[in-house]
Nanobody, 123 residues
Framework: QVQLVESGGGLVQAGGSLRLSCARSGRTFSYFAMGWFRQVPGKEREFVAS????????AYTDSVKGRFTISREIAKNTVYLQMNSLKPEDTAVYYC????????????????WGQGTQVTVSS
């Protein structure tokens, strides 16, 4: 089993920045992907960004391109989401996710979810 623990959420003013972290523990895969999703009440969970653990290839949803950056630190088994130029519409619970297949993760069906961390952007 893989466990994911997020941290770094909070309250920030519009235009500000936050960095989310997700530490992975438990059984590891040789090849896998990690990513971030977000969800607001009454809406479906939305893909935000993903990264292939070994190759480092990244993908983003259009609304965050140029503002958010996903990265990983292999030695710490941790993935980060640097969020800059935050907007009120970025307010959501952000979830870390992991799967052995990047395609499955990006489709919204990863094998493992974190518990979520709240990000609130005030106007």
């Amino acid at each position: 089993q893989v466990q994911l623990v997020e941290s770094g959420g909070g309250l920030v003013q519009a235009g500000g920045s936050l960095r989310l972290s997700c530490a992975r523990s438990g059984r590891t895969f040789s090849y896998f992907a990690m990513g971030w999703f977000r969800q607001v009440p009454g809406k479906e969970r939305e893909f935000v960004a993903s990264i292939h653990w070994l190759g480092g290839n990244t993908a983003y949803t259009d609304s965050v391109k140029g503002r958010f950056t996903i990265s990983r630190e292999i030695a710490k088994n941790t993935v980060y989401l640097q969020m800059n130029s935050l907007k009120p519409e970025d307010t959501a619970v952000y979830y870390c996710a992991a799967d052995s297949a990047e395609s499955r993760l990006r489709a919204g069906s990863p094998g493992t979810w974190g518990q979520g961390t709240q990000v609130t952007v005030s106007s």
